[in-house]
């Protein structure tokens, strides 16, 4: 089962979670729905890359 936010809130509280805002997309008029997702999925296994290599 994946890790969610309210999982972590529901045993920690939500004082305990920090939400950081990592990188900005540039969304652009012509842009559709999916390509938006497709930019954002990109852009989450990046940094799933990058943040699972600062932890190893």
């Known amino acids: 089962m994946p ?7 529901k045993k920690h ?3 305990t979670i920090v939400l950081e ?20 999925d990109v852009l989450l296994e990046l940094w799933q890359e990058k943040l699972a290599f600062e932890s190893e």
């Not at 890790?3 to 809130?9: S, V």
């Not at 805002?21 to 954002?40: H, P, R």
């Open 13 to 15: 509280g939500m004082d």
């Open 21 to 40: 805002e990592l990188e900005l997309v540039d969304i652009k008029d012509e842009m559709t729905n999916q390509d938006i997702k497709e930019e954002l």
């Open 3 to 9: 890790w969610t936010i309210a999982d972590e809130a």
